[in-house]
């Protein structure tokens, strides 16, 4: 059955329902705000945070929220819980987009050649995420990082390829379907090359799929990275990182509470939050996948 | 079913040789000479003759796959090594420690599926109903809770404020009874069985919803039948083929998040061992327990995959 082009008044149209879906979406609206206020925190940090997260006073330790001085109170070394949650939150979202965009860049490039020539650059790469897969999900950031050592770019790394295998089925489905279309064929009789066709024509349309699947992702990258910091093989002290902040605090669980939990309330605030945005995307835009 | 068998054989046998070659180069692609990795602190005291001599013993000299297949048949033959740190062969403190994990894993999935089974099919048959959406926004946060945060407030509750189990360990000092056991195993049950719980209840929400719009639930309620005849008889048994899969999904899930939740409650498994042996570069013990948890990890898919395919036809058929 051929495709009909749509008019740009029909796309025009498409894009408003998107937006009207997306708007009228709970998990959309939620979700986008928390992080959205997570994002704005992140970049004003310097205005917010009351002083500054890296020193200490050892005789203002532990003290509860609602101290004078320390609305969140204070941790072990006597810094300002407040301070460095607000900071925090510039590493902890940061290492969790940016772990994104390496994942995601590297599975379009992967997924794009596997899912366009198919044979034996499909089967490479499709063994490949197998064998990644075949490690338990936190098990191969440990691994990667028992090799090259902890710290937070490490970290990043380790957080990126484990999410490579997510984003290279996601486009390699899309690009098994896309490449099928009379477009492409259409371009592969005017004479376009290879490089040309998966430039032009297939990235630019595997990109609604790739931008749902980040929104899901991202939150999980967010996690994992939270995860190996707790594990202390992410980021190291005094780095004021959410995970750290975690691991650096549970031996003073018992007699101050609130530098454990708090860290841990912001990583799961914002882990719902990336969730809930990433859910209610997959939900508004799906049906707008579909070539008509 | 053979034909399928020999295929998912063959695959499974390539994933397992592949996790053996990316064990075994852990140690040669880590930053400085494998020695020092398997030495740690004493490599610096070391004369450079006295390296050599254990480079050579070790098999370091030789080429790298020649050093593989030696390995290879070592692991083969149970033989993991021996920890520079603990100055302990590897092996049987793996077999120990994988004995807990396994104990943690069983409770977390004795736990996890039954609840998320029953919440999945009760928020399933009444979409979008108050229990729907109820049930729907806890399995979210279940999934979102990351395991150190939950157990750390488990800990805080039940053992802190309330005295009412234990915060740490699988014993207590001089304890080695069953009832000690599971006392210790309720907190780091809940904290990894209720995020897999979370994603069994919304997978079977999901396929309950599909499988109840369908034309045969219709005729079943046409018939006559009593509704939880058409929900457990009819509907959940189409479901079960997805409810399977993500109970599967879930076991490989719980060997991988145990870590976190042995490191939170100090529970002695495989997990917590790693840990430890990855901060002291305990490589070669780093390496046993990769390798055990990773190869575990592929029969256990391979067996929910058979699972699957025996209660699916059109698996095994490829339709």
């Known amino acids: 059955m051929a495709s009909t082009p749509i008019t740009v008044s029909q796309a025009t149209v498409r894009r408003g329902q998107t937006w009207r879906a997306m708007s009228r979406n709970s998990g959309v609206l939620i979700g986008g705000t928390i992080v959205l206020i997570t994002i704005l925190v992140a970049i004003l940090a310097p205005v917010l945070a009351p002083m500054d997260p890296y020193v200490t006073n050892p005789a203002r330790q532990l003290l509860p929220p609602g101290s004078p001085g320390h609305i969140l109170g204070t941790d072990e070394l006597g810094r300002d819980m407040a301070s460095r949650l607000i900071y925090g939150a510039r590493l902890s979202l940061g290492i969790g987009l940016l772990a994104a965009l390496l994942a995601s860049s590297t599975g379009l490039v992967l997924g794009t050649a596997s899912g366009f020539f198919g044979g034996w650059t499909d089967t490479v790469v499709m063994r490949a995420m197998d064998i990644m897969l075949a490690f338990p999900y936190i098990l191969l950031a440990i691994v990667i990082v028992a090799v090259i050592g902890p710290g937070l770019v490490n970290t990043l790394l380790a957080v990126a390829v484990l999410g490579i295998p997510f984003y290279v089925r996601v486009v390699r489905a899309a690009v098994l379907s896309i490449k099928e279309q009379e477009y492409v064929m259409a371009a592969r009789i005017i004479g376009c090359t290879d490089r040309r066709i998966m430039g032009r024509t297939i990235v ?10 980040f929104s899901l992702d991202v939150g ?11 594990l202390g093989l992410g980021a190291q002290p005094p780095t004021a990182e959410w995970g750290a902040m975690l691991a650096s605090s549970r031996q003073y669980f018992v007699l101050a509470p609130h530098v454990a939990l708090l860290p841990g309330l912001c990583i799961f605030v914002l882990v719902l939050g990336c969730n809930l ?16 | 079913m053979g034909r399928y068998l020999l295929g998912r054989l063959v695959q499974m046998v390539f994933v397992l040789v592949a996790i053996t070659a990316i064990v075994f180069l852990m140690l040669h692609l880590a930053p400085g000479d494998p020695l020092s990795t398997i030495m740690g602190t004493k490599y610096a005291r070391v004369s450079d003759e006295a390296l050599e001599e254990m480079r050579h013993n070790l098999g370091l000299d030789k ?9 290879l048949g070592n692991v083969l033959r149970g033989d993991l090594g021996r920890s520079p740190i603990l100055r302990q062969e590897i092996g049987p403190i793996i077999a120990d420690r994988l004995k807990a994990t396994a104990i943690l894993a069983a409770a977390a999935l004795a ?7 029953l919440a999945g099919v009760a928020a399933g ?9 109820l049930i729907s926004t806890v399995a979210t946060l279940g999934i979102c809770v990351p395991a150190f945060f939950l157990g750390q407030i ?14 740490a360990g699988m014993h207590s000092v001089g304890e080695s009874g069953l009832v000690d056991l599971l006392r210790h195993l309720i907190l780091p049950a809940i904290c990894l069985g209720a995020p897999a719980a979370a994603v069994i209840a919304r997978m079977t929400r999901s396929s309950m919803v599909d499988v109840m719009a369908q034309g045969y639930v219709t005729t079943a309620r046409a018939k006559g039948l009593r509704e939880s005849l058409v929900t457990w008889r009819h509907a959940f048994r189409n479901a079960l083929v997805s ?7 879930e076991i490989g899930f719980l060997l991988g998040g145990a870590v976190l939740v042995e490191v939170v409650f100090s529970w002695p498994g495989i997990g917590y061992l790693m840990w430890d042996a990855v901060l002291r570069r305990d490589f070669p013990m780093v390496q046993g327990a990769v390798f055990v948890v990773a190869t575990s990890y592929v029969v256990i898919n391979f067996v929910v995959d058979m699972l699957y395919a025996t209660i699916d036809p059109r698996i095994r058929l490829g339709r």
Do not use: C, H, K
């Open chain 1, 204 to 213: 630019p349309n595997v990109m609604s799929p790739v931008i749902t699947a």
């Open chain 1, 220 to 230: 999980w990258l967010i996690l994992e990275a939270a995860s190996l910091s707790f």
């Open chain 1, 277 to 292: 945005f990433g859910d209610g995307l997959r939900d508004a835009l799906d049906p707008r996948l579909r070539v008509q």
């Open chain 2, 63 to 71: 080429p790298l796959p020649v050093q593989y297949v030696s390995w």
């Open chain 2, 111 to 117: 736990m996890a599926a039954p609840l998320g089974i």
């Open chain 2, 125 to 133: 048959v009444r979409r979008n109903s108050a229990g729907d959406r």
């Open chain 2, 154 to 167: 488990l800990i805080l509750l039940f053992a802190l404020r309330l005295n009412l189990l234990p915060a």
């Open chain 2, 243 to 249: 409810v399977i899969t993500v109970v599967g999904l």
